[in-house]
């Protein structure tokens, strides 16, 4: 009897111990969880338990309630993490601007000083808090994506103290000085600090991206498309990403419900027909809230015959659809092509696009000269620009290269990548796709990342130019280096020597919202002939009006009203180009003969 109770108190005890271990484990899992993780796996729960209305509806105290006490533990300590080997004081700076004060600063001990940061945009209050040496671990910007991110300096307790921080979270941490003259967002530069308080001047500064909030955006976050994915294949677009007179890219929209893709062509005419495993992948937009999820599939169409004309059809569709169908060129020195500036994905953009097609139907294809949409990470914008698009694009290649739009707030351009197919024969240090080129007929065509470093492309754009032997070389890259408003000095240094060491013949861009077109120029100055220069144009794609600019001594064309296309025509050694406005108005024209 004495030994039957002492086996059930010790099974009893091996039951408490396995529980406790489990609680001990479940909790160490819930900490060692990201932030990430917390706001995925909400937004699912979201999505299951509320309405449109409601998600419209979220505030901060809406917000707060979402969370268990562990998971607001994580949003508050592990956004941001580093290792100090002493003890610190760490000061956040956040902007007076931001309406909502993170929720973590008072409740971790962070305490308010009277001290300002000041940029010339806005001014930081800052917080500060000491830490004894080891982890350190701060919280998400706040739940309504204010887009400014705070951002964060260091200093040992002990001024005799030589501090080293470690065990970076994001890991590619940069550690500046803090100072007048520092910036703090790595994707503005440009924006750097003019006042700082003499007690901060010195500490080890870490920077960040503006963007960052949107790892925690609830309040005002969702979205919804005007054009959601169903199981229907749509927004078929033609892309390039090899020889255009061999290769042809199709790419195409799901649901999440179809599972493979296949394209099926064949020669216009031809009873022989071939078929192409398109490759899927998963996009994910998640605030929005009636597609959050979507297929893309691009099926890479190879050994074409040049010269020919091929019809296409994307499974499950029946018949060959007379919209589905391109040419590829023909071995000869003539073809057209149609450019826009910037476009926004505006419905007013979709008029110019089918005026342009139905005035040059010859065009062999199109290009955008970035900000293509308004937000690259908005799938919904997207959504918009390919529906006004939907006639041309799966006849005629859409080949584009990023703005500042399509990259936001230094959160990349993952989106774009995942809509578009292009050459990856681009610098190495700049992702794929971003950056590219390739050859026309005659012609070469430099499509360029200027959101990227500028420095780091200088050298593969002179060995992209000087291996070409095209009779006729573009470049196309968003911000112009010669403009009214703000000059890109730094594209002037970098490009414009080689541009003209090499001879392009043109350079196309967007970002101001004006047409300009330049006299040929040469080392930043006009010259008298095509032949000894470049020209440089900028160009728009939306409607705008501006009421006055400053003088451009360069330029031979300017137009301050939207919404243009041009038209460049090339038959052997002879180039003819015009832009035109929405009135079918001819706004600029000129000839240039090799």
Not at 2 to 23: D, E, H, P, T
Not at 62 to 83: G, V
Not at 108 to 126: C, H, P, R, W
Not at 450 to 473: F, G
Request: hydrophobic fraction near 40%; glycine fraction near 6%.
């Amino acid at each position: 009897m004495i030994q039957r109770l002492y086996n059930l108190k010790l099974l009893r005890f091996s039951v408490v111990l396995i529980l406790a271990a489990g609680i001990i484990s479940c909790a160490q899992q819930v900490r060692e969880q990201s932030v990430k993780d917390i706001m995925d796996k909400t937004f699912t729960q979201l999505y299951r338990t509320m309405s449109s209305k409601e998600l419209s509806a979220i505030d901060e105290n809406k917000a707060m309630s979402l969370f268990s006490k562990d998971e607001l533990h994580i949003l508050a300590t592990r956004h941001w993490m580093f290792t100090a080997n002493v003890p610190v004081v760490v000061s956040v700076m956040r902007s007076t601007e931001q309406n909502l004060i993170p929720f973590w600063l008072p409740e971790n001990g962070f305490l308010k000083t009277d001290m300002i940061v000041k940029n010339a945009q806005v001014s930081y209050e800052v917080w500060q808090k000491s830490f004894d040496a080891g982890p350190v671990g701060l919280g998400i910007n706040g739940f309504e994506n204010y887009t400014l991110h705070y951002f964060v300096s260091v200093a040992p307790q002990n001024n005799k103290d030589q501090l080293i921080l470690t065990n970076f979270t994001p890991s590619n941490q940069f550690v500046g000085v803090m100072d007048i003259g520092a910036f703090t967002y790595h994707d503005w530069d440009e924006l750097v600090l003019i006042e700082v308080p003499p007690p901060l001047k010195g500490q080890k500064l870490l920077t960040t991206i503006r963007g960052r909030g949107v790892e925690s955006h609830l309040i005002g976050a969702f979205r919804k498309s005007s054009y959601p994915s169903s199981a229907k294949p749509d927004q078929v677009m033609l892309t390039w990403s090899s020889d255009p007179s061999t290769g042809m890219d199709i790419q195409w929209r799901t649901d999440t419900t179809v599972a493979d893709g296949v394209v099926n062509y064949r020669a216009k005419g031809s009873i022989q027909e071939l078929s192409v495993k398109a490759s899927r992948y998963r996009m994910e937009d998640r605030v929005l809230m009636n597609d959050r999820y979507i297929n893309r599939f691009t099926a890479e169409l190879r050994n074409l015959k040049p010269g020919t004309t091929y019809e296409y059809r994307v499974a499950p569709q029946k018949g060959w659809p007379d919209e589905y169908s391109f040419s590829t060129p023909a071995k000869d020195n003539q073809f057209s092509f149609t450019w826009f500036g910037d476009t926004h994905f505006s419905p007013r953009f979709g008029d110019i696009f089918a005026k342009a097609e139905k005035a040059h139907s010859d065009a062999a294809f199109y290009m955008i000269a970035g900000d293509l949409v308004s937000d690259g990470l908005h799938r919904d914008q997207w959504d918009d620009l390919f529906e006004y698009s939907k006639h041309i694009i799966p006849r005629k290649p859409l080949m584009s290269v990023l703005g500042n739009h399509d990259s936001r707030y230094g959160l990349g351009a993952l989106m774009y990548r995942e809509l578009f197919s292009y050459p990856k024969n681009g610098p190495a240090d700049v992702p794929p796709e971003q950056t590219y080129s390739f050859t026309y007929k005659n012609a070469f065509f430099l499509m360029i990342d200027c959101t990227s470093p500028i420095e780091i492309q200088n050298s593969w754009i002179e060995e992209q130019l000087a291996k070409s032997k095209a009779t006729w070389k573009f470049a196309m890259f968003h911000f112009p280096p010669y403009n009214w408003e703000e000059p890109y000095y730094n594209i002037q240094k970098a490009w414009v020597s080689l541009f003209d060491k090499y001879h392009v013949d043109m350079v196309m861009s967007g970002h101001l919202h004006y047409y300009m077109r330049s006299n040929p120029m040469k080392a930043g100055k006009v010259v008298k002939s095509f032949k000894d220069g470049t020209v440089y144009a900028i160009s728009i794609g939306i409607p705008t009006d501006y009421d006055k600019i400053t003088d451009e001594p360069y330029a031979a064309v300017r137009n301050l009203k939207g919404t243009l296309y041009q038209y460049v025509k090339i038959e052997d050694e002879q180039l003819k180009y015009i832009a035109v406005n929405a009135d079918n108005e001819l706004i600029d024209s000129f000839t240039i003969k090799k």
